[in-house]
């Protein structure tokens, strides 16, 4: 579920509110998984500390930094290298479900396949966060295999705050899967929790 969207100078004039910021960071890819299924997109999310499947980001304050630098510091602990991200990259900004006092700024960063292996290897290798608030990068299956292999079975895991919403948004944005596959996906995923709600 995704919370309120607002514009991004209307939710920096709102009192009292906290503000984060996440990306996410894909490329297009020739890569086909058993030789034969292509992957298409290769698209980064992250395993939180919390079990939960998020962004990489954090907590920026617009009082001492804009949200870009901010977004940037953060990457800078949880990737290990720097990675540009700026005003033209933002996507959405939404009141977050909860906390209620929390407005999540989302932006999208294409970069090259070869540049996506070096944040992979840096988030392993030099990221301050690595193993403690990160537990670790991973790469989100885009492809649809038999029972719901793939990204349904991925949309079934347990994402936090409006990362899921995000996720499909942009994935529909950037024309990465289209709206039929999006659908689809979603429409088996949510059979696939039923049938294994305990
Ligand atoms: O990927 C995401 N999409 C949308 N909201 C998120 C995402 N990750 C975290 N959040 C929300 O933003 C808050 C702060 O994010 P995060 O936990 O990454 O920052 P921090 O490590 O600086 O505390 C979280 O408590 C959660 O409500």
């Known amino acids: 579920?995704?919370?309120?969207?607002?514009?991004?100078?209307?939710?920096?004039?709102?009192?009292?509110?906290?503000?984060?910021?996440?990306?996410?960071i894909y490329a297009d890819t020739?890569?086909?998984l058993f030789g034969k299924i292509p992957i298409k997109h290769i698209v980064l999310m992250q395993m939180r500390f919390d079990g939960f499947l998020g962004f990489p980001g954090g907590i920026v304050n617009p009082r001492e930094e804009s949200l870009e630098a901010g977004l940037c510091r953060e990457l800078w602990e949880e990737i290990g290298m720097a990675l540009k991200v700026g005003p033209e990259d933002h996507c959405s900004s939404c009141l977050a479900l909860s906390p209620p006092d929390l407005v999540t700024h989302f932006y999208t960063?294409?970069?090259?396949?070869?540049?996506v292996r070096?944040?992979?290897?840096?988030?392993?290798?030099?990221?301050?966060?690595h193993g403690l608030e990160v537990m670790g990068m991973i790469r989100v299956p885009l492809y649809c295999l038999k029972k719901g292999e793939g990204f349904p079975s991925f949309l079934s895991n347990s994402f936090i705050d409006s990362a899921r919403s995000q996720?499909?948004?942009?994935?529909?944005?950037?024309?990465?899967?289209?709206?039929e596959e999006l659908e689809a996906a979603v429409a088996t995923a949510k059979m696939m929790r039923q049938s294994t709600a305990h």
């Open 167 to 179: 996720l499909l948004a942009a994935l529909r944005v950037l024309g990465l899967l289209s709206q």
């Open 30 to 32: 020739e890569a086909k």
């Open 109 to 115: 960063k294409k970069l090259r396949e070869e540049e």
């Open 118 to 129: 070096e944040v992979e290897r840096a988030a392993v290798s030099s990221a301050a966060d």
């Open 1 to 24: 579920m995704a919370g309120q969207e607002i514009s991004k100078d209307e939710s920096l004039s709102l009192k009292g509110y906290r503000h984060a910021c996440h990306v996410m």
